[in-house]
């Protein structure tokens, strides 16, 4: 039969090791890969079928049409109309069609009417210097006089013909020459446009082929975002259970730790303990000795003696 455990002989509690426990209870596995693997992992996911180019479409948002559209049109009443009593004529008045005369214009007048109105003011002139002479009893013009005066009118008059004649002609030539720059300046806003149309087309399809462009790269950047969260999701798993494992092994050591510390303040006391038993027993072994001298010589025969420690 084997002693019972009793208190301060540090045997009271049974520990169970640790290699043992984890190798019953917590799964660790550690599975090591090379960093060729590892990298070769990383990598992105490249299509092995065919990969159809997505362009995006833009769908416009449904217009709303305003309320005053959309509710009922009032129906028109009929409110019948009651003429006067006793109208003989009607009472819608006839439109009466006037014809306007044109306003000629006071430079387009003829040159013979106004050779007429100018021999009508100077005759007008002369009647009155005329009535005026009589008045004041004076000589009257001469008829050599009169036709000299006549003579420098008519020469007054072909030399404003001669003027009016080549201001039409100046006129015809600057209508001329207005119309060539007209077509000119056409011609030249013409080019300017088809210029500025040419770059617009280019600018399109500059911007189109652009749009392309980045409509590829999103859909591969779609794709490699999908595949980088699937891998994030793979390694959050990953560091969730490695945090438990390690949140495990602080418990265990927590409690490993506070059974070493239990441990060593009950070697101590054995410690304390067997210090204290030795000096006893050294006492008692040197007051035997002191008590087996005197012995000694009361009686000749010495009596044996061994170290026990």
Same mark, same amino acid.
């Given at each position: 039969m084997a002693a019972e455990r009793t208190l301060g002989d540090g045997m009271d509690n049974n520990l169970m090791a640790l290699s043992d426990y984890a190798s019953e209870n917590v799964p660790f596995r550690l599975n090591l890969r090379s960093s060729e693997a590892i990298l070769n992992s990383l990598r992105p996911i490249e299509p092995s079928?065919? @990969?159809?180019?997505?362009?995006?479409?833009? @769908?416009?948002?449904? @217009?709303?049409k305003p309320k005053y559209l959309t509710r009922k049109p009032k129906e028109p009443k009929f409110i019948p109309y009651e003429p006067f009593k006793g109208a003989v004529e009607p009472i819608i008045p006839i439109k009466k069609v006037t014809k306007r005369e044109p306003i000629k214009d006071k430079?387009?007048?003829?040159?013979?009417?106004?050779?007429?109105?100018?021999?009508e003011m100077r005759m007008q002139e002369l009647n009155k210097a005329k009535i005026e002479a009589m008045k004041q009893d004076e000589e009257l013009i001469t008829r050599k006089q009169w036709d000299?005066?006549?003579r420098s009118y008519e020469t007054d008059i072909k030399n404003l013909q001669e003027t009016n004649a080549h201001l039409e002609n100046q006129l015809k030539f600057q209508a001329q020459v207005n119309s060539e720059l007209k077509t000119l300046l056409v011609a030249a806003v013409?080019?300017?446009?088809?210029?500025? @149309?040419?770059?617009?087309?280019q600018d399109k399809l500059q911007l189109a082929r652009a749009l392309l462009k980045s409509a590829t790269h999103l859909t591969s950047h779609q794709e490699q975002t999908e595949w980088l969260s699937g891998q994030c999701e793979v390694w959050r798993s990953k560091f969730l259970a490695s945090s438990l494992m390690v949140e495990e092994l602080a418990r265990w050591k927590s409690v490993l730790t506070n059974r070493l510390n239990d441990a060593q303040d009950v070697l101590k006391n054995l410690i304390e303990e067997r210090n204290k038993t030795r000096s006893y027993s050294i006492k008692c072994l040197n007051n035997l000795s002191?008590?087996?001298?005197?012995?000694c010589k009361n009686e000749n025969t010495p009596l044996k003696s061994s170290n026990i420690l």
């Open positions: 079928g065919k @990969v159809i180019r997505v362009i995006p479409k833009y @769908v416009p948002r449904e @217009v709303r430079n387009n007048i003829d040159i013979h009417d106004l050779v007429i109105q100018m021999s000299e005066e006549k013409g080019e300017d446009l088809e210029s500025r @149309v040419q770059h617009l087309t002191q008590i087996n001298e005197k012995l």
